[in-house]
T-cell receptor, first 113, second 114 residues
């Protein structure tokens, strides 16, 4: 099976812009979670989607949003970008039915100038 | 609020040495604990998953243990190799909103010198 894929791999944006990142889970996986990784804060949970519904949300401002499509692919959107949003954004998938291994994608590296 | 701590933050060892990485967590109400490896600029690779009812898991040269009551886990790497050089992350899975979220430690950066 193909692994978790994320596009694009790299992005450069300027403050105030918005950005959309995409994640395709492993085939058959219905849960997609998003994490932000920064040198200072480490890995922090953003949100989790299962069957097109947000089941779980971390402590991030409303500028961070996401959605999931019927094929389980997920997108996350960040509006009104700030310098502090520069990070590696990782998504992970599993079948969502139990507390099983989460499989991570390679990440999207976002740089906000 | 769950807090996960990994000690040491960095470790440098000669090739062939056996080593132990430590992870501690403050709230024992976890469902599982996962160890991941992250290479520079890359995503996370899952190494071992220990369910809360288990005490340890083994995969090749890796062995992870879990003591939920004391809030500790260790990752043992036998006969280390230069290819083991990476950052090792510990994450506890806990329930929130009816599903699971992972809470990560800051990682231990391991360098294995040839």
């Amino acid at each position: 099976k193909a692994g978790v894929t994320q596009t694009p791999r790299y992005l450069i944006k300027t403050r105030g812009q918005q950005v959309t990142l995409s994640c395709s889970p492993i085939s058959g996986h219905r849960s997609v979670s998003w994490y932000q990784q920064t040198p200072g804060q480490g890995l922090q949970f953003l949100f989790e989607y299962f069957s097109e519904t947000q089941r779980n949300k971390g402590n991030f401002p409303g500028r961070f949003s996401g959605r999931q499509f019927s094929n389980s692919r997920s997108e996350m959107n960040v509006s009104t970008l700030e310098l502090g949003d520069s990070a590696l954004y990782l998504c992970a998938s599993n079948d969502g039915r139990g507390y099983e291994t989460q499989y991570f994608g390679p990440g999207t590296r976002l740089l906000v100038l | 609020k769950q807090e996960v701590t990994q000690i040491p933050a960095a470790l440098s060892v000669p090739e062939g040495e056996n080593l132990v990485l430590n992870c501690s967590f403050t709230d024992s109400a976890i469902y599982n604990l996962q160890w991941f490896r992250q290479d520079p600029g890359k995503g996370l690779t899952s190494l071992l998953l220990i369910q809360s009812s288990q005490r340890e898991q083994t995969s090749g040269r890796l062995n992870a243990s879990l003591d939920k009551s004391s809030g500790r886990s260790t990752l043992y790497i036998a006969a280390s190799q230069p290819g083991d050089s990476a950052t090792y992350l510990c994450a506890v899975g806990e329930e929130q909103g009816g599903s699971e979220k992972l809470v990560f430690g800051k990682g231990t950066k391991l360098t294995v010198n040839p």
